[in-house]
């Protein structure tokens, strides 16, 4: 198997790896405000058929997609997954229920 990530190519370009690495974030958050609020938690996190776990899987693909058409630039798995979730915790579309089990959530 071929290496083709641009970060494991090209580990010094560290400006160019940033720059990609704020628009993927900017990107999820854009995508996340076309769907509707999203419940983050459920009875079973590892349903592969809930909202969340559907999304993540759908926006991984078009946002590789995306950044090779746009940044002609592969990114690693681990990038577009950061990315992703740093947008989660940027973006107002997720509901949490209130017995999450979060012991550091106080709610209102």
């Given at each position: 198997m071929a290496i083709r990530y641009d970060l494991w190519l090209d580990p010094d370009n560290v400006a160019?790896?940033?720059a990609v690495e704020a628009d993927l974030i900017r990107y999820f958050v854009e995508r996340f405000a076309d769907y509707?609020?999203?419940?983050?938690f459920g009875a079973d996190p590892y349903d592969?058929?809930?909202?969340?776990?559907r999304?993540?899987?759908?926006?991984?693909?078009?946002a590789a997609d995306y950044c090779e058409r746009e940044w002609r630039y592969a990114p690693t798995p681990d990038q577009l997954n950061r990315?992703?979730?740093l947008a989660v915790g940027?973006?107002?579309?997720f509901l949490r229920d209130p017995d999450d089990g979060d012991p550091h959530r106080s709610d209102p």
């Amino acid at each position: 198997m071929a290496i083709r990530y641009d970060l494991w190519l090209d580990p010094d370009n560290v400006a160019r790896h940033r720059a990609v690495e704020a628009d993927l974030i900017r990107y999820f958050v854009e995508r996340f405000a076309d769907y509707p609020h999203i419940r983050l938690f459920g009875a079973d996190p590892y349903d592969y058929d809930a909202p969340f776990n559907r999304l993540y899987d759908v926006l991984m693909a078009r946002a590789a997609d995306y950044c090779e058409r746009e940044w002609r630039y592969a990114p690693t798995p681990d990038q577009l997954n950061r990315a992703f979730f740093l947008a989660v915790g940027q973006s107002n579309k997720f509901l949490r229920d209130p017995d999450d089990g979060d012991p550091h959530r106080s709610d209102p």
